[in-house]
């Protein structure tokens, strides 16, 4: 009865405990007011039924409606409470961590980004959640912490999921595939076989800048292949250490910044504010993430927010600084170094992190290019050989079927033609 009764008021709606009580109401009348009920008096009953405050609270005394928000606010900020429902699960400092102080009379509770899918896991439990999906596609899907997974997953009923990332790009630090695919498919669909494909080619980033970045990619995500572009040219300039890091940064922005080019820079958040005061000193206009570009033709963004923008051209600060930004530091450094696409500039006045050949590389002259890897990959020429003989085919198709277009249009004329005949 009471797993019936979990929401009384949802059950009056849906009928079941009008239906019990109508039941036994009916049991008690005499034969000649079964009669009159089966002729009005069921409506009569409900009515009064669902317009009686008593029914309301009898059924919230049997089993109270329980609010998921006010549910984990109450967890959160009882540390009594929290130490009782994860004894075995959690230790006294992940409990200290979760722990919020009640908040003072008159204040808010402090609500973060992470409480939102165990908000929605409490009314999960709570109140159930609407599968309402067949198919669901998850994009930049490597940065799904496990419980954005289950959030994903009781919304998906059949279970069918395409899911799309990099692993080399994993930035949340609670991402489920910071090392394998399977981890997050253990929360997306447990037990379910799962297909994987790699994708070996990239058109969006020039190959001189890919292959740059890749062993940034290999220290981020170590045994995870990188894609080859299929893009040739791009240009990188490794700036030489500055003594003036502001100077440098001008003047790297003088020979890309074009009204009509995207120019994004890129900077390690612990550095934002004062790239943020070299731009305005140089009087550059520039917009800054997250708030929208607007006529600005210069865009200033955090590293850990620069994931799924594009410029056509890319200046990173001090790439060092956003390698020590934290442990997924060069995830966030290979994400900056691949936002351009068509030149990618350092800018710097401390040594480049050692992925990039620092402290002991050798040191490149002020903007000069990198030149990308040599010698011609045959897995990308065939694949492009590929690509052309399907576009030929594509073409000779659309050739066909505009002939094909015209012989119908001349037959069609010659069918008008003989049917004015017939009626003149």
């Not at 405990?17 to 009569?44: I, Q």
């Not at 297909?195 to 080619?201: D, I, K, M, R, V």
């Not at 009087?283 to 210069?298: C, I």
């Amino acid at each position: 009865m009471r797993r019936h009764l979990m929401d009384g008021r949802r059950q009056m709606e849906t009928g079941w405990v009008e239906d019990r009580l109508w039941t036994a109401y009916v049991s008690k009348l005499s034969a000649w007011d079964r009669v009159y009920s089966k002729d009005g008096g069921r409506r009569d009953f409900a009515l009064a039924l669902r317009g009686d405050r008593r029914v309301a609270a009898t059924l919230d005394r049997a089993a109270p409606t329980l609010d998921p928000v006010a549910l984990v606010r109450a967890l959160l900020s009882d540390s009594a409470h929290l130490e009782q429902c994860s004894t075995g699960l959690l230790d006294v400092a992940q409990r200290e961590l979760l722990h919020r102080r009640p908040p003072r009379r008159g204040r808010r509770f402090v609500w973060s980004e992470a409480d939102l899918p165990l908000i929605d896991e409490a009314t999960a439990h709570c109140r159930g959640v609407d599968a309402a999906y067949e198919h669901v596609v998850i994009d930049e899907a490597q940065d799904l912490s496990p419980m954005q997974a289950r959030m994903i997953a009781r919304r998906c009923q059949s279970g069918s999921l395409t899911v799309l990332g990099d692993v080399a790009q994993v930035t949340h630090p609670a991402a489920a595939a910071r090392s394998a695919w399977a981890e997050l498919l253990a929360h997306l669909a447990p037990g379910a076989d799962a297909a994987y494909e790699t994708l070996g080619t990239t058109y969006r980033v020039p190959a001189a800048i890919l292959d740059y970045a890749r062993p940034v990619a290999a220290a981020a995500a170590p045994g995870f292949a990188v894609p080859r572009s299929i893009r040739d040219g791009g240009e990188v300039a490794v700036g030489m250490r500055a003594a003036d890091l502001a100077a440098a940064l001008t003047e790297a922005l003088g020979a890309v910044e074009d009204e009509d080019r995207l120019v994004g820079v890129v900077t390690a958040r612990s550095d934002l504010a004062g790239v943020r005061g070299m731009l305005t000193d140089a009087g550059v206009a520039f917009a800054e993430a997250p708030s929208p570009m607007g006529g600005a033709s210069v865009y200033l963004v955090p590293a850990d927010l620069a994931k799924g923008l594009e410029f056509d051209h890319t200046v990173v600060v001090e790439p060092r600084a956003i390698v020590e930004e934290g442990d997924r530091g060069h995830a966030l450094l290979f994400v900056a170094l691949t936002r351009s696409t068509q030149e990618l500039v350092i800018v710097r006045a401390r040594e480049l992190p050692e992925v990039l050949g620092g402290p002991a590389g050798e040191e490149a002259p002020l903007w000069a290019p990198v030149d990308p890897v040599e010698g011609p990959n045959e897995a990308l020429v065939a694949e492009l050989a590929l690509l052309r003989t399907a576009n030929e085919r594509l073409e000779e198709e659309l050739v066909g079927l505009r002939h094909n277009r015209a012989d119908v249009h001349r037959q069609l004329h010659d069918v008008v033609a003989t049917l004015q005949g017939i009626s003149c």
